[in-house]
C-alpha cells in the first residue's frame, strides 16, 4: 500500500470514528434531556400533588373556621334567647308583683272608706249627748 493509500484509510478510519463519536454523542445529549425531561415532569406532578394537598388543607381550615363560626352564633343565639326570656319573666313577675299591689291598696282604700262610712252612719244613728 502506498502512502497516499494509507493516509486516506486512517482519514476514512478518523472520519468513522468521529461519525461513530458524534452519534454516541448525540445519544447521551438526547439520554441527559430525556432524563431532564422527566425529572422536570415528576417535579411539576410532585408541584401539583403538593398544591391540591395545601388546597384541600385549606378548604378544610376554612370549613372547621366556619363550623366554629357558627356554632359561636348559634350559641350566642342561645344565650341572648335565654336573656329575653328572663328578662320577660321578670317583667311579668314584676307586672303581677305591682298588680298584686295595687289590689291590696285598693282593697285597703276600700275598706277604710267602707270603715268611715260605717262610723258616719253609726254617729247618725247615736242621739247626741
Not at 60 to 73: D, G
Amino acid at each position: 500500500m502506498t502512502d497516499k493509500e494509507e493516509q486516506s484509510l486512517k482519514e476514512a478510519k478518523r472520519a468513522e470514528e468521529r461519525a461513530a463519536e458524534e452519534i454516541r454523542q448525540s445519544a447521551r445529549e438526547q439520554a441527559i434531556t430525556e432524563d431532564q425531561k422527566g425529572r422536570e415532569t415528576k417535579r411539576a406532578e410532585k408541584r401539583t400533588a403538593g398544591e391540591i394537598e395545601q388546597l384541600a388543607r385549606e378548604q378544610a381550615r376554612r370549613k372547621a373556621n366556619l363550623a366554629r363560626e357558627q356554632a359561636i352564633t348559634e350559641d350566642q343565639k342561645g344565650r341572648e334567647t335565654k336573656r329575653a326570656e328572663k328578662r320577660t319573666a321578670g317583667e311579668i313577675e314584676q307586672l303581677a308583683r305591682e298588680q298584686a299591689r295595687r289590689k291590696a291598696n285598693l282593697a285597703r282604700e276600700q275598706a277604710i272608706t267602707e270603715d268611715q262610712e260605717a262610723r258616719k252612719l253609726k254617729a247618725k244613728k247615736q242621739p247626741p249627748e
